[in-house]
């Protein structure tokens, strides 16, 4: 079974939405820490200001309620740094 908690922040200045946010963080870090029971908790912060970035973290949660790890993008090697490392 799953569960998704969802917490919007809105504030009126970036260093107040900073501040907000670390302590929320800090507060479900402390809740992690006292479930004991097994649960994997996952904890993802984005800008929603920020279409990329949300669209980011919606595909993130579509992963990890499928029970699957989001793959990190392979960087291709430009021709100079295939060059350099001989992988021709």
Do not use: F
Request: overall charge positive; some cysteine.
């Amino acid at each position: 079974m799953k569960a998704l908690l969802t917490v919007s922040i809105d504030d009126s200045s970036s260093s107040d939405l900073k501040q907000a946010i670390n302590t929320m963080q800090n507060a479900c870090q402390q809740g992690r820490s006292r479930i004991n029971n097994g649960a994997k908790i996952r904890i993802s912060t984005c800008n929603a200001d920020d279409p990329q970035e949300l669209q980011t973290l919606m595909g993130k949660l579509k992963w990890w309620s499928l029970g699957r790890e989001v793959e990190q993008p392979v960087k291709k090697k430009s021709w100079i740094r295939h060059l350099i490392e001989d992988d021709w």
